[in-house]
């Protein structure tokens, strides 16, 4: 299953770094950029979370917030935001429930070998809660940029 423009975002409700439980009712003041890792600190996790933290401005100033989720625990986010000086909010998904509503968790390559886990993906949410965009299989390097420049189409 994949989501696609004009699809009902799946409600959510997971608890951030400091144990805070956000729901997807509490950001929709603003557009919301929502992306699936699949662990902190791991190289590839590390670059998408310090580039949508770098760019996170930019996100602003387009009225959008930024939001990444993965399924390491809150005091593991509170290390890797302070470990790498991230800007962005990071959720809690610990039994994947969530990442599975969005089609972000399921069957994926993964040094050749089929397993289950998160697949890298970010949705574009709007204000009433629909999807605006979805990127699925998304390379680590580089896609906040991209997410960043397909907010002006």
Same mark, same amino acid.
């Not at 993965?70 to 625990?73: E, I, N």
């Given at each position: 299953m994949t989501l696609q423009k004009g699809d009902k975002a799946p409600n959510f409700k997971l608890k951030n770094s400091d144990g805070t439980e956000i729901a997807l009712q509490d950001l929709l003041s603003k557009r919301v950029v929502l992306y699936f890792y699949p662990k902190d600190n791991t190289p590839g996790? #590390? #670059?998408e979370a310090q580039e949508f933290?770098?760019?996170l401005e930019a996100f602003e100033s387009k009225n #959008?917030?930024?939001v990444g989720i993965?399924?390491?625990?809150p005091t593991c986010h509170q290390n890797f935001i302070n470990k790498q000086s991230l800007k962005v909010l990071l959720l809690s998904d610990s039994d994947k429930s969530v990442a599975s509503a969005y089609g972000a968790y399921g069957k994926k390559m993964m040094y050749g070998k089929e397993v289950l886990g998160i697949i890298r993906s970010t949705f574009v949410i709007d204000t009433n809660g629909h999807i605006i965009q979805s990127f699925y299989n998304v390379?680590?390097?580089g896609h906040a940029q991209k997410v960043l420049e397909?907010?002006?189409t």
């Open positions: 996790c #590390t #670059t933290s770098a760019l #959008t917030i930024v993965s399924p390491d625990s390379r680590a390097q397909s907010l002006d």
